[in-house]
Every structure is written in C-alpha cells, then in structure tokens.
C-alpha cells in the first residue's frame, strides 16, 4: 500500500477487486462501493459533464434513471435495485439529443451495452462521448411482479422490504425482522422471478464496456468489501488508473482461484440462459404463425413496442399510414403487416432488452417474437450490419 | 435532463407516466414501471400525451373581447373586468361549470367559488354528460355512486361481462386486466351493437340494439331466477327488494323470446350468457356511457346493481358494478361537490347541517349559497333558450361544451343569451370563441395537484415545467377572481397541498389523505376516513352504504328511447369514441402523432344496409336528424349492427353531436347521446 505509482500500468485485460477509499460512499454502497467511487472520480475530475445513474424513488422497487452533475449527489445512486427494468440506453439516447457534446458516464447492464451498440450503428447515440461502466446482470424483476411476488410467495409485505438482492441462485429480502431467499429456479417454476427475457439472456458481464464490475468471483477477505473489476479498454485503463493514483479507490489483483468462480457462475448463467432460450422458442416452434396471429389480434397500436425499442428507427413524422398500402390508418387491431414489418426491420440487431414486452399495453410476448427472429436469422444468415462485438 | 413521475390527463384508469424535461421544457414520455395500475404500459394517448403540451396554440396571455374580437389583455385588467362583472349579478344569475380535466385542487376552488363568492347555486360540470345516471343510480341502490372495486382485481374475476364499453379504445389498460382475467380462464362476455376490438377477444358476443340494455338485463335475470342460479343467501341477508324485482323480471315481457325480438340477440346466447354469470363464481360487470347515455340511463345502472345483487357478485375480488369512468378526473370532479346538489363527499346542499358546516368551515363574512339544488348543465342550457334573462353569466372551466354537449344548435343559441361569459381554458376553444373574456390556463404537466381514477384512487400531478406565457393554474386563477372581488381572505392557499388539506377537513372520504400519503405510487383508494385508514379498494364488502346497510334491488320496466327510428330517420345513431382522440379534441387534435390515425371522423354503417343506399366505403355522405346534418365520411363495415350507425364526436368539422337529442333521463338529466333517430343520404353526384 502506498506504492501505487511503482505498480505496472493498468491495461485492458487486466481483472484486480477494487474498492473506494472514501467513507461516505463505503457505508452506503455495495461490494466496496467501486462503481460509485469510479463516477465520483469521473465527474468530480471533469472526464464527464454528467452521470447517468439509477436511484432509489419511492422505495426499493422504484429505479429512477437519473442525470448527476454534482458529485456529492452520487452517493445516492449507490447500490443496485433489480426490480429497476429501465433500458438506460434509451435514456442516453434522449439525454444526447437534447445535450449532444456532453460526456456522459453510464452505469450499463448487458442489454444496455448490447442497445447501445447498435444505436451507435444506426447514429442513434455517440460512443464516443461515453464512458461505459458495465455491471454483471443475471436479470431483473419487474416491480409490480416482485410486490406480488412477495406477498404471495414470501408472505411477507412488500412494504416491509428494505433491501434485496440475487446471491448464489436466490432472491433475497431483508425486511423488519428477517430475511429469507427462495430460488430464482423454483420462483420462476411458479411464475414468478426474472423477466422472461431476462431468463433468455446469454450477454452476463458487459465485456464492451469501458469497465465490467461485479462481484462474481470476490473470494476471501474481499468478499463482500469490494468489487471485481474486469478492464475492458483503454478507456476503462486511464479512469481507473487515475482513481487508483489520486487515492480515491484502493484495487489488488484478482485472485486466480476468484477468477475461475466467476466465470463458473458466467458459465452457470449462460447455461441456465440456453436452458430458458430451447424451453421458450421450442414452446413457440410449436404452432408460430398461429401463435403470433393470437397474441397480435388484441394489440391497440399503442405504439409501446416502437417507442421503447433501441432498434427500432421509425421514419420521423411522414405518417407512415397514409402511405401504406397494407396498414390502414387507425385500425384496431392493427393488420397484421403493423407487426410484420417491425419484425423485419428489427431482425438482425433485436438485443432482447424486453422493453417492447415489458411495455406492451396488452401483454403481447413481443420480445420472445423478435428474439427467436433473430436468433434463428443469425444462425442462417450474416447480419446486414455487421457481426456485432457482444454475443448474445 | 430528469424524469417527473406523474398521471395521465386523459381517460379514468389513472395510469402512471414520466415526462422527460429537458433544459425545462417537457420533451417526451418514458414508462414509469413501479406504477400498480398500468406498471409502465400506456395506451397510444399516454405514449404520446406530451405532444400538445409546447403547441404554439397555447393560450399564453387573457383574452378580452373587444368589439367582437379578442384582445389581448394583462391579468390585472382581465381579473378586474371579470371581477366587476360578477359583482354585478344576483347569486342565481350566475352558474359555473367545473370540469372533469383539472385537479381536485382546481374543482375544489371552483367550487367553493361558486357557493361563497358568487353565491350561486347553480354548478355542474360535464360528468352530467357521462355517468351521472351511475352517480344517482349506484347511490341509490349501494348508498355510494361509485365504481365498487378496483381495476387491479378484474383479473381475478371468472366471467367478465362488459355491456356499453369498448373498453380496448376508451380504458386500454383496464382492458388489459380483461384479457388477463381471461388467460386464467375466465369468460368474457361482450354486449355492444358494435362488434368493437373489445368484442373481437370476447367468448360470447351479444350484438343488440342500442337503448334495449333494460330488456337484455331482466331477460338474464328472468333465466338466472327460473333456473335457480339466483344467490339466496346473499339475496336475504344483504339485499331488500327481490320479491319487487322478481315479480318485474318474471314477467312474459322479458321471456328469451320476447327479449330476443326486441334486443336482437338470439335467445340462445342470452340463455349461455345467464348460465355462465350466474355460476361462475365471481363475475364482474363493467360499463360505461352505452349504460348510462340514455334517457333511461339510471335504469340501466339500476339493472346492472341488480344482477349482480341477485347473483352476490358484489364486495368481492374479481366482482362488482365496475362504471367506468371516463375522464380522468371526472370522479374527482363529482367528489369535489361540482355537483348542483351536493358539497364534497356527496354532502346534500339541502342539508341544513351540511350547509352549516360548509358555511362554518369558509368563512364568508356575507354567507354562502342557499341550501337549495341547482340546475344540471343540461338543464341551464335549456333554461338559457327557454327563459333568457334568468341567468345571465356563466363561468366556465376546462369544458367546450360547443362540441360535447348534445345538439350543437341549441348549444350555440343557449350561449349566444348569455350576457357575460368567461371561459378559462389551454386552447381557445370552440366555446371560447363565444366568451367575453378568455383566462389561460396551466395544463397537467404545469401544476401539482391529485386527481382521482375511476377506481377511487388519488393520484398525483407533479410539475415538470411552467405553463407558456402568463398561464396560471386554475385554481390560482379563481383565487385571483375571488381576491379583486374582497374575498382574498377565503382563499389564503400558497399551494395546491393547501387548498387539498382544507378540502379533506371538509370531505370525510378524504379527510385520512394527505400529500405525504398520496405521494406513494399505490396512492389510497377513497373512502380513507383516517390518517391511519390504508384506503378501501372495495366497496360493500361487508354491508352497503344505505341506511340499513342492505343493498336495494328495484323493479325497473324496460322503456324504449326517447325517438327510435321510423320511415323518414330509419336508423339509430349512437356516438363514442376513438382511441386515438380525447373528446373534443382540443388536446389530441394537437397531438401529430394521434392526429395522423384518425384525422376526420366518419359514420360507421353495416354492409348490407350501404348497399341499399349504394353508399361505398370512404364515400362521403350526408347525415340527417331532426336536430341537424352534417356530411361525412362512411366507413362500410360488417362489425356494426345493420340499423344502427356510428359516429366518433371529436370532430368539430363533422360534429355527432349535431345531430343528437337534447332528450333526459329524468333523474340524473344525462343526454341521451347512445341513441336518437338518423337518416343517411347519399350526396347526388356533382355532374
């Protein structure tokens, strides 16, 4: 300790557990707090106009995206929540269209990252203008789900809930007078647990980021008191490098034998992902055209689907109905060419973020459509775009 | 950039949304998932509800009208003007409209205006329009006029039935919790005379005439009582009154036959639909304005309570006489008292103890307004016409009734005898281009405030950027009136949380809320009586609200509307909406992106009866009644009952209600929009 400047530089590749040296974010964060410590760092330093971060609204199972300028106020963002399904991508995309040559550091999941590359391909957002902390993410529940959830199955009142996570295949609740965990596998048996695309997803640590921080593989003394950082560019080198130099945050190498836990539990994700993803698109295999005629048929046109997916690029305000010949104006339900078409232009690059799902004003499984699409199209065909660099 | 979380202006559900502001103007909306009603899903007018809010139509400064054209004025000189004018006016001379589309903070204030500072009697607003018939009609069998449970627990019903909702266009996300009820097996039955996207989903369809709800209603009742479905055990311990709805409904007149002739269903499917309410388990009826848009509209309200006191269908999950209401703060509106009969909380104004405590609780110096009921809109507009000079100045906020009320023309002569009329609204509307003076106001995105669903929950509105120009909230504004006119010390409140504490202090189904309560995404259900009440999502659950706590089932003979169709008028028109509009379309007209999907309307006729007249799709037409005609559009379609046709009331340039009848019920004096006499002309060919 003490030596920092007698160490060998940071590079991408490298893994180390990492840790903030300042109190204030210790006592509020989790895992030793390195994420926040690194966008205090960031902001504080001027490497970014601004922080896009989640924060806690009216309780735990209420994520607010949420744009930080003074660094004094990221000690708030600290923390996960998994009942927080935003795509922050879509949130970037929003902040760089009113603020375009602002920097803007991010906290990322899997699907962000994914969404985020490919709006960048379609100039939906400017990498280049963000620093992207990744952060491993086994999936998340939808809030109202996991209030009902744990009133129905944990028979414990939601409001009473001051604190949860997902450790070692459980969902886990601290609440007034106890905590209890059930497993996500017998949780979801029952209905319950992540988002179904969520379950499907195979993209577990952000390898695209700048940074991809968890706490897979934190063994030893460190469990629990700091995060693993996995260095993915150069970027990600330089803001560490600082941090660690001007004292705010503390690394030490990674230990091997934590190196080889986290990529079992990465194994053990993908794997569980693959089992989801055979249940779901053989379930849908079964009788597709008819499967998707029947969901599609109560759809209001509510425009959810389009709205909130990062690939989706509507032609802006030339009133695309008036045009078509196959998709009257105003009619409910929508032909069914409304959906087709989506389908299509979506085929090669739908990340499986879930939001047309998860926002469907009738409860149509979208995401499951649209990812089988890709799915089997990437296996048949290279994609228009490019092969992209995360897989999934 | 952030996000404010708050609820959608438009229709009752109440769902949840964040708008984006940017650099403090609202940009977007983006989901707002933790929200229990809708859980971040929206219907195309949510996902779009910001569009209108920058539009450079926006009134931005008063308005006074100057030798026939509006000028524009400063506050001070509005406010005088307007100030001096209703000083100038005996109480009863002067009415005021509150509206369904501003806060309960705002109706509250109007309110309170119209009883202490014009001391008039005469306030209503356009919840007459829409479920006053449920208002008097569920008050009168339940002993509250209220939607009896909530959105969230359609889901667990066993058999939903909806008769006069399409509720897929008019309550998208309550529809949603319909067809969630039915992936878990419940069944769905739809009665409409429209084969609507709703009815699309549904198990069992029953196309009947519009106004023949009553019939349809006894008919399954007859068949539940003569098959023994009835619950006795519910009929005796919670109801009064079967052996008055028995000896009625048992009646040769509603046999399956004689029903079948008269609705048109065949009788074989009213039979399923009995067997299937009658024995689920837990059925729940919902309905809206194709229930209570009738002059018999407190009857068929009356028939829905009792089915479902006949089958026990009420204080339970997944059950219930589920009105839905339209606006989003329409039940609001009504639990602010802007009502001609009755203070917050249902309060009877002829109630000496009620106007004690009201005049007690403001403190007029001079008193309030006499304990005595006024006129319903309706009405005052027939009392404009029929007896000029009675009232002379009306005060209207948040309402066109140029375009809502029914048969525009006589709307039009009603306002035209108006000597001082101020209208207070976001855009110069159809009505406001009669006014004298014209107040801008703030819309929802520019003021806090709570509304209230149609499920009973009090929700929020949270500011995101300030209104345009010099816009101020409404009850800002009527505070302003009342201060130039020397009642400044009545209306002390610094913000909308002020004027809601004084309110709930008054109204004992709010007096539990406060803002800190409400400001939780659950919000509270009313009734919430105490500060440590959690809110009652269902109502009646162990006794009803009437005096004996029994529910009363009344004998309700079928009537038929007030003009049905005959040689000259050979069809039934009735009117509604559309999902991609908002009633008057001040707001959605202005909204690029719902505009563009249905930007005029159009009357919906059956196949077969276009071809008769040798009407073509997309053909324009002339449509006639005894009130008016207008030209429009035909949209030719097998989905309509052959006899009846349909018209969206949204468009000023082809507007229904032209054509409807200015004809009542006689209790709740609700319009009967839902069916009147129509005939449809082919326009001869310009050769």
């Known amino acids: 300790m003490g030596l920092f400047d007698s160490k060998p530089a940071i590079k991408a590749g490298d893994m180390v557990y990492a840790w903030t040296l300042e109190d204030q974010i210790a006592q509020k964060a989790e895992c030793g707090g390195a994420v926040t410590g690194l966008l205090k760092y960031a902001l504080t330093n001027k490497m970014v106009d601004a922080v896009l971060a989640v924060q806690k609204g009216q309780d735990i199972y209420d994520a607010v995206p949420t744009v930080v300028t003074d660094p004094k106020e990221l000690v708030s963002t600290a923390g996960s929540l998994h009942c927080g399904t935003l795509l922050i991508a879509k949130v970037v995309q929003k902040f760089q269209k009113g603020s375009p040559d602002k920097k803007l550091a991010v906290t990322v999941k899997g699907c962000d990252l994914m969404a985020l590359h490919e709006l960048a391909k379609r100039k939906g957002v400017n990498l280049s203008n963000l620093l992207l902390i990744g952060v491993n993410c086994g999936g998340t529940v939808s809030p109202v789900k996991a209030r009902s959830m744990i009133r129905d199955v944990y028979q414990v009142d939601p409001n009473t809930v001051h604190k949860e996570e997902i450790d070692k295949g459980q969902f886990i609740i601290e609440y007034e007078g106890g905590h209890k965990g059930i497993s996500i596998d017998e949780l979801e048996e029952s209905g319950y647990g992540r988002r179904s695309n969520c379950r499907r997803c195979l993209y577990k640590v952000p390898r695209e980021a700048d940074l991809a921080c968890g706490n897979w593989g934190v063994i030893g003394d460190k469990a629990g008191k700091a995060t693993f950082v996995e260095v993915c560019s150069g970027k990600g080198a330089d803001l560490l490098q600082k941090a660690v130099k001007s004292g705010v945050i503390a690394t030490t190498p990674a230990d091997p034998k934590g190196i080889e836990i986290r990529k079992k539990v990465e194994g053990a994700m993908v794997k569980l992902g693959q089992k989801w993803r055979k249940k779901d698109f053989t379930a849908l295999k079964a009788d597709l055209w008819n499967t998707i005629a029947g969901e599609t048929s109560r759809c209001i046109k509510c425009y959810s689907c389009i709205e909130n997916c990062p690939v989706c690029m509507p032609v802006a305000g030339n009133g695309t109905e008036t045009k078509s010949l196959m998709v009257e104006q105003g009619a409910l339900p929508p032909s069914p060419m409304f959906h087709m078409r989506r389908f299509a232009h979506i085929s090669d690059s739908c990340v499986n973020c879930g939001q047309c799902e998860e926002l469907c004003a009738m409860d149509i499984p979208l995401a499951l459509f649209s990812h089988a699409i890709r799915s089997e199209a990437d296996l048949a065909f290279d994609p228009k775009l490019g092969r992209p660099d995360y897989s999934n | ?687």
Not at chain 2, 304 to 314: E, H, I, P, V
Request: net charge neutral.
């Open chain 2, 1 to 687: 950039m952030k996000y404010v979380q708050t609820t959608c202006p438009y229709c009752g559900t109440g769902c949840s949304f964040n708008l984006v502001v940017d650099k403090g103007m609202v940009t977007g909306v983006a989901p707002y998932q933790r929200s229990p009603v809708n859980e971040g899903k929206l219907c195309p007018k949510g996902t779009y509800a910001y569009e209108f809010i920058n539009s450079p139509d926006r009134l931005k400064k008063p308005l006074i009208k100057k030798d026939g054209k509006f000028v524009e004025a400063s506050w001070d000189e509005a406010l005088k003007l307007v100030a001096e004018k209703f000083k100038s006016y005996k109480p009863d001379e002067c009415a005021c409209l509150a509206s369904a589309r501003v806060s309960n903070e705002d109706n509250y204030a109007m309110m309170k205006f119209a009883r202490g500072v014009l001391k008039t009697k005469h306030i209503d607003h356009c919840a007459r329009l829409c479920h006053a018939s449920t208002v008097a009609g569920l008050a009168n069998i339940f002993g509250s006029g209220a939607m009896t449970n909530s959105i969230g627990d359609i889901t667990e019903s066993k058999c939903v039935f909806i008769i006069g909702s399409n509720t897929f266009e008019c309550h998208p996300l309550i529809g949603r919790r319909v067809m969630q009820a039915k992936a878990k097996g419940a069944k769905f039955i739809y009665a409409d005379p429209r084969y609507t996207p709703t009815g699309k989903q549904a198990d069992l369809y029953l196309q009947f005439k519009s106004g023949t709800d009553v019939a349809l209603l006894n008919g399954m009742m007859q068949e539940i009582i003569r098959n023994g479905w009835e619950n006795k055990e519910f009929i005796q311990t919670r109801c009064n009154g079967f052996d008055e709805l028995k000896k009625e409904v048992m009646k040769d007149d509603y046999s399956l036959e004689n029903v079948s002739k008269i609705t048109g269903v065949p009788a074989d499917k009213i039979k399923t639909a009995a067997e299937w309410f009658a024995k689920s388990g837990a059925s729940a009826i919902l309905y809206s304005m194709g229930i209570t848009q009738h002059t018999t509209g407190v009857d068929n309200v009356k028939s829905c309570g009792n089915l479902q006191m006949l089958t026990g269908n009420l204080g339970r999950p997944g059950t219930g006489v589920n009105a839905l209401r339209g606006q989003n703060n329409v039940q609001g509106a009504c639990d602010m008292g802007c009502l001609p009969v009755v203070y917050t909380a249902y309060q009877k104004v002829i109630d000496e103890a009620a106007q004690k405590k009201f005049a007690d609780g403001w403190k007029f110096p001079d008193g309030i307004a006499k304990g005595e009921n006024g006129y319903e809109v309706t009405t005052l507009m027939n009392v404009l016409t029929e007896k000029p000079g009675e009232i002379k100045c009306l005060y209207i906020m948040g309402e066109n009734p140029m375009i809502s009320d029914p048969d525009l023309t006589h709307v039009e002569h009603a306002l035209k005898t108006l000597d001082f009329l101020v209208v207070q609204d976001i855009f110069l509307n159809e009505t406001a281009e009669f006014a004298d003076v014209v107040l801008p106001a703030a819309c929802y995105a520019e003021k806090d405030g709570t509304q209230t669903s149609t499920e009973r929950r009090v929700q929020m509105w949270r500011k995101a950027q300030n209104p345009p120009g010099e816009a101020k909230g409404d009850w800002e504004i009527i505070a302003s009136i009342a201060a130039k006119m020397g009642y400044g010390a009545q209306f002390p409140w610094k913000t909308s949380e002020d004027v809601f504490n004084e309110m709930a202090s008054l109204t004992p189904s709010y007096a539990g809320m406060t803002y800190e309560r409400l400001n939780r995404p659950e919000a509270l259900h009313w009734p919430c009586p105490t500060t440590d009440h959690p809110g009652t999502p269902i109502l009646h659950t162990e006794k009803f609200g009437m005096p004996d706590g029994k529910g009363l089932m009344t004998s309700i003979p079928f009537k038929w509307p007030q003009e049905v169709p005959d040689s000259e008028y050979p069809f039934v028109l009735t009117t509604g909406r559309s999902i991609w509009q908002w009633h008057t379309g001040t707001m959605t007209r202005r909204s690029a992106s719902l505009e563009r999907e249905e930007p005029t309307g159009w009357v919906e006729i059956n196949t077969e009866d276009a071809k008769k007249l040798g009407i073509a799709d997309k053909e324009k037409v002339k449509a006639k009644t005894r009130r008016g005609e207008i030209t429009i559009p035909a949209r030719v379609t097998p989905d309509i009952m052959p006899g009846v046709v349909f018209i969206p009331f949204h468009y000023a340039e082809c507007a229904a209600n032209v054509l409807t009848i200015n004809a009542l019920d006689p209790v709740a004096k609700i319009p009967e929009s839902k069916a009147c006499a129509v005939k449809i002309e082919k326009i001869a060919e310009v050769k």
